[in-house]
């Protein structure tokens, strides 16, 4: 009661710092309350507040206005305790937020600890939550939600917000770009570092983008409290978005899951990231990590895939060790999972196109696969499973619609992926089920033989466009299991509720 009798009061009543102090050097004091009153009248009164180094306890989060800038002494790695901290004092449900930022304004050198206090079960719980336009945050660490978000972009009607040389940790999800948010909005999050992200690091329900952000030791608890197997989290996940992303010059090391998890979108652009070690699994801790791919694009169109080098070669990556073909993407219907691979359940794979033989699915086609770098090797003592660089799946390539006239089975007009230029490093280059384009262009690849060439199509027949002939598609589709046809999302919908099995965010 007193807290928003306070809060309704700000503008009228004059705010008083006490002596030694202004707007641009704000110090902490015991009570969240005057420091929060301190603040918000600085950001009110001066479009401005400066914070010293020291923690600022806060009985709830702070709204920036517009045109103002909140700044503090920028982290300093090598002295904790010279850094400016907000922090949430106590549990509260009064905000979803511990910073919101609106339009036009700048946030710098703060670290945003919001220790697990946001409460509030509406949707949806931000450390740093970007709602307007234009404004640029940097030099920022946000942590302290196991069950919401580090960086929201969480307005569709955002854009021209860069949020740079950030980094999250500890949160359930570490940076999410709202469904809705589309290519002419254009907010980045760019030279960040995401470690220690419960689940997904970054979520694309809608358009963003990514840069030049390196990705670490992510993914392991993705479950949301309740019954049921724990998804193995990702470096960047996709679902259901048709606005696309880009993600650009990425490293993406030691997650649970894959490092690039893409189903259902189109017009995402992934050039020169590099990928590797999926599967990770805090030493043997996290058992469903295992099986895991690098990178994979399922039922996806019109996506750019170019210049990343990707690796995975944990021997505990054997597909055999993963949950099964949740998709049943690696085999003819009716037959043994991963029946398709070269050495089945044994085959550690590095990237995979895919498409599921579902009625409803989303077709995977018009894809473009050139110039990446796959190693793919099973390390390990006495390890005997095979390394795939690549698997095409069936029915890619395909048009998914039943059109009239046709029954199921048959399909309409080619819209193949394109494959080129692309290196492996694998004991086994690739297996190309569907019917896609391997340098289509080129009439002969020999051993060796450059750009449109991929490195192992001399391997393959040259009928066909190089494609496998065996396993063009699924002889059926299955009716039973239709395919979310919801708009982009994440992988566990928002609002993630506080329960018992929820992991701590100390963790
Ligand atoms: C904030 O700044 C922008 C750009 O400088 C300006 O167009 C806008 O009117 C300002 N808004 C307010 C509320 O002052
Ligand atoms: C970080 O703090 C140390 C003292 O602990 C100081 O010597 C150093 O200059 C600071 N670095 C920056 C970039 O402020
Ligand atoms: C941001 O800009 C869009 C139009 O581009 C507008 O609809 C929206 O209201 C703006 N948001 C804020 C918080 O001003
Ligand atoms: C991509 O990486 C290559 C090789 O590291 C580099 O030469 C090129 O400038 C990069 N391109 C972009 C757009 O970053
Ligand atoms: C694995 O779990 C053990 C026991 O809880 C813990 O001591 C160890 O630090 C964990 N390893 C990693 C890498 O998290
Ligand atoms: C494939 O797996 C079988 C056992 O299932 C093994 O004997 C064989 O050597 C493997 N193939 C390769 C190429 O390693
Ligand atoms: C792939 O590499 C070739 C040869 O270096 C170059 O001509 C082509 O533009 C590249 N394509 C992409 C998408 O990077
Ligand atoms: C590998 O095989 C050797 C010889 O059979 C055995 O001594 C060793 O324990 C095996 N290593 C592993 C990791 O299984």
Not at 33 to 47: H, K
Not at 99 to 112: A, M
Not at 291 to 300: C, E, K, Q, R
Request: net charge negative; aromatic share 8%.
């Amino acid at each position: 009661m007193a807290a928003a009798f306070l809060y309704l009061l700000l503008p009228l009543v004059s705010w008083s710092l006490a002596g030694g102090q202004s707007c641009t050097h704000i110090l902490p004091t015991a009570s969240a309350q005057v420091n929060y009153n301190t603040i918000v009248g600085c950001l009110r009164g001066e479009q401005q507040a400066g914070l010293s180094a020291g923690t600022f306890l806060l009985p709830h989060g702070i709204r920036l206005p517009p045109n103002t800038t909140l700044f503090g002494v920028p982290p300093n790695a090598s002295s904790a305790e010279l850094m400016s901290r907000l922090v949430l004092a106590v549990p509260t449900a009064i905000t979803h937020y511990l910073l919101l930022v609106g339009s036009h304004s700048e946030v710098s050198g703060v670290v945003l600890d919001a220790r697990d206090n946001l409460l509030g079960e509406g949707c949806c719980k931000c450390v740093l939550c970007i709602y307007g336009n234009f404004s640029q945050v940097s030099n920022v660490e946000a942590m302290g939600t196991s069950t919401g978000v580090g960086v929201h972009f969480e307005s569709p009607t955002s854009r021209g917000n860069t949020v740079s040389e950030t980094s999250v940790r500890a949160c359930f999800y570490g940076v999410a770009f709202a469904s809705g948010l589309s290519a002419r909005q254009a907010n980045a999050f760019e030279r960040g570092v995401l470690e220690n992200v419960l689940c997904d690091a970054v979520s694309f329900a809608g358009y963003g983008e990514v840069r030049l952000t390196t990705i670490r030791r992510s993914g392991y608890a993705c479950r949301p409290p309740g019954d049921g197997e724990a998804p193995a989290g990702a470096g960047f996940f996709c679902r259901g978005n048709w606005d696309g992303a880009i993600v650009h010059a990425n490293q993406v090391v030691d997650t649970c899951g894959m490092a690039l998890d893409v189903d259902s979108c189109s017009h995402l652009d992934i050039f020169n990231n590099t990928f590797s070690g999926p599967g990770y699994d805090w030493d043997g801790n996290f058992t469903h990590c295992w099986g895991a791919l690098a990178a994979s694009l399922l039922d996806s169109q019109m996506c750019s895939v170019s210049r990343n080098l990707m690796s995975n070669g944990r021997e505990s990556n054997r597909l055999g060790m993963s949950h099964g073909d949740q998709h049943q993407v690696f085999s003819e219907l009716a037959t043994a999972p991963f029946s398709d691979l070269p050495n089945g359940t044994d085959t550690v794979l590095t990237f995979a196109l895919l498409h599921r033989p579902h009625a409803g699915a989303k077709p995977s086609i018009n894809n473009e696969i050139s110039n990446n770098s796959f190693t793919s090797r099973c390390a390990g003592e006495n390890a005997t499973c095979v390394g795939l660089a690549y698997f095409v799946g069936r029915g890619t390539g395909l048009e998914g619609r039943r059109l009239p006239g046709h029954a199921w089975g048959e399909r309409g007009p080619k819209q193949p992926s394109r494959f080129t230029g692309n290196v492996e490093d694998a004991d086994v280059g690739s297996v190309r089920c569907g019917e896609n384009a391997y340098a289509a262009a080129e009439p002969v690849c020999r051993i060796e033989s450059d750009w449109p060439c991929n490195a192992d199509d001399y391997q393959h027949p040259k009928e066909n466009f190089r494609n496998n002939l065996h396993c063009q598609d699924y002889v059926d589709v299955i009716h039973d299991r239709p395919v979310d046809q919801n708009g982009g999302g994440l992988r566990q919908p928002l609002p993630i509720v506080m329960g018992q099995g929820t992991p701590r965010w100390e963790m």
